[in-house]
């Protein structure tokens, strides 16, 4: 029997492999509460014993949990920096660049980042791993269909080039797509792929513990190339970087200066 939001957590882990403990409690409870109680559920265990059994409801539940907000070009002067500064500098010494999109969503930001590099290199030079803990969300990112809001930000030439008008939505061209490969990933638990050139992970931190994010940062470290970026969102500044083996290099954005190594550099 499920007495409280501990033995919640505890269900969910087991049933989900989402550990919410990992997650900042008192925002999430607020959220989990908020949902169960949409759903007409007088408590948790009614609600988790439903969830094992109605495929729609689990699904509502994964989407509501992993708070996919996405758009394109989100934050554009950020943008601006990643397309003066950040390319630049790691183009130099390179031909190619190897791009993590962690936490993606519904694909915005892998989007994105293809079509602004594309002014570097060819279409066919350009792959971007893009991942996300749920598996609903990425298959509407393969999709690459989206609504006049999402796109709102993506600059004239972009929408021009790169995307279909169908009725009021409009979708991302195959030409754009090809150079993503989504697959899925909990920042958590899942190993982390390795010589990275740029990690962009924004706006998802924020909902972790400070333990968690920690964890997170020595991983995204060992994950990159001595010397490359880490890009992160608007609220998620990290104080005493060099902690986890980064420097400032622009706001936003952290250079990978020496390895960590089991937890120390």
Request: hydrophobic share 35%; aromatic share 12%.
């Amino acid at each position: 029997m499920i007495q409280n939001y501990e033995d919640f957590k505890n269900e969910i882990l087991k049933l989900t492999s989402i550990n919410l403990h990992s997650y900042k409690e008192r925002q999430m409870k607020r959220r989990i509460d908020s949902l169960i109680k949409k759903n007409n559920y007088s408590n948790y265990h009614s609600y988790v014993e439903a969830l094992k059994k109605d495929s729609q409801l689990y699904n509502e539940f994964i989407n509501y949990l992993t708070i996919n907000v996405s758009e394109f070009f989100r934050n554009p002067s950020q943008w601006d920096v990643l397309e003066n500064d950040i390319f630049p500098y790691l183009l130099s010494p390179n031909s190619s660049l190897k791009i993590w999109s962690a936490a993606c969503s519904t694909g915005d930001e892998p989007y994105s980042l293809v079509m602004l590099l594309s002014k570097f290199l060819p279409l066919s030079k350009i792959k971007i791993l893009a991942t996300d803990i749920d598996k609903g969300i990425l298959e509407k990112a393969q999709l690459g269909l989206y609504d006049e809001k999402s796109i709102a930000s993506v600059p004239k030439q972009f929408k021009e080039q790169y995307f279909q008008k169908i009725g009021e939505s409009y979708k991302i061209k195959d030409e754009i797509k090809k150079c993503v490969q989504f697959q899925t990933h909990d920042l958590l638990k899942d190993s982390y792929p390795t010589q990275c050139d740029l990690i962009v992970c924004r706006n998802v931190l924020i909902y972790f513990t400070e333990e968690a994010k920690s964890e997170i940062y020595k991983k995204f470290n060992q994950a990159l190339k001595l010397g490359g970026v880490l890009f992160v969102g608007s609220t998620e500044q990290i104080i005493l970087s060099h902690r986890y083996g980064f420097a400032p290099m622009k706001t936003f954005f952290y250079k990978k200066s020496t390895n960590i190594i089991n937890g120390t550099n």
